[in-house]
T-cell receptor
Framework: GENVEQHPSTLSVQEGDSAVIKCTYS??????FPWYKQELGKGPQLIID?????GEKKDQRIAVTLNKTAKHFSLHITETQPEDSAVYFC???????????FGAGTRLFVKA | GAVVSQHPSWVICKSGTSVKIECRSL??????MFWYRQFPKQSLMLMAT?????????EQGVEKDKFLINHASLTLSTLTVTSAHPEDSSFYIC????????????????FGPGTRLTVL
C-alpha cells in the first residue's frame, strides 16, 4: 500500500543552524505534499505545502523541495530558533484520493 | 489558514460511558472531515473519513459501532466513543477539508487542536 518514510526520527540542532527533514513516498500518483508542525498537546499545523508541478517553495525561513522522479521531498528550516522545537510530519496525497498518508514524524530540538 | 475547533479539549470519563467530541470548521465549509487517533510519540492514525450527509468510511480495524461518526452539516462532525474503556484513552484529532462535494482537487487539510480522552 501507500507509504511515506520520514527521516530522521529525532534531530537536534544548535540555534541558528539549519535543519533538514527528508521524506520518500511510494505512490507515484501523489501530487500534494504538506508539512505539519505539532507542538506538545496540540493538533498539527500546516506550515508549508508543495504541489507536484513545482520543484521548490519557500516561505521565509522554511523551504520545501520536491524530486518527483526520485519520489523525495524535504523540509529545510534555516536560522532555527528554540520555538521551532516540535514534531514535524510530512505527508503525501493525490487529487482524487481521500487519504493523506503521513510520515512517522521527526522530533526537532533546537538548543539555545 | 482555515480554522478548525474541537470540543472538549480534554475529557475524563468512567469506563462504560460514552463521550462525544465535536469538530467544527469555523470559516469554511468542510465537505470532508477526518478523524485521527494519536498515541504518545507516534504518528497520526486515520480512523475514518466522513463526507457531509453520508456515512463515514472507516479504516480497517476501526469498529464503526464503537466510534460513531456523524457529519450532519458542512461545519460540524462529531465522534462518539461508545462504552469507553481505558484502552480508548488517546489523543483524538479531527481535520477538515473544503472544496465542493465530489471535488477531489482540493487537498488541504486543516487540523483541530485535538481532544485528550482519559478513560478511568
Amino acid at each position: 500500500g501507500e507509504n511515506v518514510e520520514q527521516h530522521p526520527s529525532t534531530l537536534s540542532v544548535q540555534e541558528g543552524d539549519s535543519a533538514v527533514i527528508k521524506c520518500t513516498y511510494s505512490d507515484s500518483a501523489s501530487n500534494y505534499f504538506p508539512w505539519y508542525k505539532q507542538e506538545l498537546g496540540k493538533g498539527p499545523q500546516l506550515i508549508i505545502d508543495i504541489r507536484s508541478n513545482v520543484g521548490e517553495k519557500k516561505d521565509q525561513r522554511i523551504a520545501v523541495t520536491l524530486n518527483k522522479t526520485a519520489k523525495h521531498f524535504s523540509l529545510h528550516i534555516t536560522e532555527t530558533q528554540p520555538e521551532d522545537s516540535a514534531v514535524y510530519f510530512c505527508a503525501a496525497s493525490h487529487t482524487g484520493g481521500f487519504k493523506t498518508i503521513f510520515g512517522a514524524g521527526t522530533r526537532l530540538f533546537v538548543k539555545a | 489558514g482555515a480554522v478548525v475547533s474541537q470540543h472538549p479539549s480534554w475529557v475524563i470519563c468512567k469506563s462504560g460511558t460514552s463521550v462525544k467530541i465535536e469538530c467544527r470548521s469555523l470559516d469554511f465549509q468542510a465537505t470532508t472531515m477526518f478523524w485521527y487517533r494519536q498515541f504518545p510519540k507516534q504518528s497520526l492514525m486515520l480512523m475514518a473519513t466522513s463526507n457531509e450527509g453520508s456515512k463515514a468510511t472507516y479504516e480497517q480495524g476501526v469498529e464503526k459501532d464503537k466510534f460513531l461518526i456523524n457529519h450532519a452539516s458542512l461545519t460540524l462532525s462529531t465522534l462518539t466513543v461508545t462504552s469507553a474503556h481505558p484502552e480508548d484513552s488517546s489523543f483524538y484529532i479531527c481535520s477538515a477539508r473544503g472544496g465542493l462535494a465530489g471535488d477531489h482537487s482540493y487537498n488541504e487539510q486543516f487540523f483541530g487542536p485535538g481532544t485528550r480522552l482519559t478513560v478511568l
